[in-house]
């Protein structure tokens, strides 16, 4: 008894001392293409770090890779101390990693309720059961809880590709909470939102419960500053500026570059 | 408090039956007319009808059924369910009675019938597992190289499959002292099948196995990052398109009494996937569809053919013929007509929109 709650302390602790992301030398390219060279970014458990850079700056391929959607050409990924490079996607999802997608990437041809009760199987058992879910499935009930917590509750029947822009973009945030998510990926998620749904969203990630850490790749300054506590500054596939978001507001060479180069967001 | 609790669970369990009627009122009555035109009929068939109408068209749509579950849920489509029929019904004749006995093994039906589905399904794990490696007309061309190469395993192979000849007398078990090869029994048989087979499908589709599949149909990439073995999902979907696929085997074994290579070559191969298409993909119903109008072709088009003073070999260009047509106006089969016909009764034939 003794034992394995001393085994069980010992493991918070080293948990508590691991990075939640720690990514050495990753660099992918498409054929000639470098989208990713020699990233190294390391972020600690339940950090809010913002992700910036003009467009074909290579976030969503650093995204990709952290997420086994591609593998990296090199480098190493560790993800709580535990090193995922060669992990196929799913794998690392079932380690408590999530992601949005730029371009929602949702099952239109389901109802948001199902969209969001296959994000929550996804993470548990039973992803190959034969039973139908009954209505009191715990599954089912956490689906519902994801639906308010993304204000889609009227809509939860609708489906999907009946649903407006923003609201697939909320859908998109429910589904990467699913099941007990340590560390999630937002990838733009107020692009094409309106500015009631912007402080929404606003809203959502400040409310997230605090030892949940993520990675948000946003073009609007305004909103990456509000939510994020570091700041990341990538150019061409390099990370060329870290540092707190006043910090990063003010450097003189951001302003020109990110600026200069981010006004067709 | 105890009592407001009780009552606010009241509430809820109100709330939720809210609008949902007794399921047998929510039965819509056409369902009910099939129903019981199906289970009458032998009152007034013929034991033709009732055998070689209905029995056949009940097997070949439960093994077309086993390819709607991989084509329309998993977008695999696979030609080799009609080889994955053949290995359940060699199973049972191998391991069961025949005239070969030589070869078969007379073992009784509770071990030869749940082995033969067992030896199906492991069969198309391995053959799933090939496959879903592919896409698109690769998995096509893979299962059919897998439905050709069976075909000519067994009839070149004597020792276990008795090769061209294969094997004769198939019969089903005489349990509770019915002779399930009578039309009659064997209609009812096939009919309890083919409604199993019917309902397990339909009642998948929202099930998390059937949804996870549809999912993976429709955006592999998303699946693996919610957690989903994109893999694993689409080899265990082959391994139960076998269970459906064997029993339609093993049955067809009894029908027709014998299982031989012409069971499992290509054409009958390729002939589930037409009565798959045609019938309609979207919907089990359509397996059925598609196989009732194979079954009627099959068995009435050499006449009306020859009748019309044609030759009755033309009989494979009219299924084609059938076949092109429906798929040209629709891409759903027969099913995907009926509900642009049902669709467009709906609509004003004036302004185009929905009458309410
Ligand atoms: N699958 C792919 N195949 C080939 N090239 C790719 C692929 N994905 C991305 N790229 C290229 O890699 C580079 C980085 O793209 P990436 O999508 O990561 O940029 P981004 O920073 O997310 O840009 P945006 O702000 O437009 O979303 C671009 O030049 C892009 O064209
Ligand atoms: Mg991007």
Partial sequence: ?265 | MAMSDFQSSIDASIARNRGRRPWIERVPPAYWVLAILLLVMPGFASNFVLYQIFGWTFILGIIASSLMFLAGYGGMVSLAQMTFAGVAGYMVAIFGDSAIDTISQGWPWYITIPLALLVAVLFATIVGWLAVRTAGIYTIMITLAVAAAFFYFARQNYEVFNGFTGFQSVSPPQLFGVDWQDAVPFYYLTLFWAVAAYFSVLYLSRAPFGLALQGVRDNPRRMGALGYNVTAHRVAAYSFSAILAGIGGILLAWQSGQISPGTVSIQPSIDILVIAVVGGIRHPIGAFIGAFLYVLLKTFAVDVLISLGLDGDRFNLLIGMGFLLVVFFSPDGLLGLWEKAKDRSRRDPLTGRPRE
């Avoid at chain 1, 548990?124 to 009954?134: A, E, H, V």
């Avoid at chain 1, 609201?167 to 990838?187: S, Y």
């Avoid at chain 1, 006043?246 to 600026?259: F, G, K, S």
């Fill in chain 1, 1 to 265: 008894m003794t034992m394995t709650e001393d085994r069980s302390a010992r493991r918070l602790q080293a948990t508590g001392t691991e990075n939640a992301l720690e990514l050495r030398g990753i660099s992918k390219l498409f054929g000639a293409l470098r989208a990713l060279e020699g990233i190294d970014l390391t972020v600690r458990p339940g950090e809010r770090r913002a992700v910036l850079g003009s467009n074909g700056a290579g976030k969503t391929t650093l995204f990709n890779c952290i997420t086994g959607d591609f593998l990296p050409t090199t480098g190493t990924i560790r993800f709580f101390g535990e090193d995922v490079t060669a992990f196929p996607a799913h794998e690392r999802i079932r380690r408590g990693l999530r992601r949005t997608y730029q371009i929602s990437l949702l099952f239109t041809g389901l109802s948001v309720i199902d969209n969001i009760y296959i994000a929550c199987r996804g993470v548990s058992r039973g992803r190959f059961s034969f039973i139908r879910p009954r209505r009191d499935d715990a599954l089912m009930a956490s689906a519902e809880t994801l639906v308010r917590v993304v204000h889609l509750e009227d809509l939860k029947d609708t489906l999907v590709s009946s649903l407006s822009y923003g609201q697939q973009r909320q859908l998109e945030i429910a589904m990467a909470l699913a099941g007990a998510p340590r560390f999630i990926l937002f990838d733009e998620p107020a692009a094409g939102l309106s500015p009631t749904e912007r402080s929404e969203l606003v809203e959502i990630l400040l409310g997230l419960p605090s030892h949940m850490g993520y990675i948000i790749i946003e073009h609007d300054m305004d909103v990456a500053l509000r939510v994020a506590d570091f700041v990341t500054m990538m150019h061409n596939g390099r990370i060329f500026k870290e540092g707190k978001p006043a910090e990063i507001e003010e450097d003189p060479e951001v302003q020109t570059l990110y600026l200069g180069g981010g006004d067709d967001a």
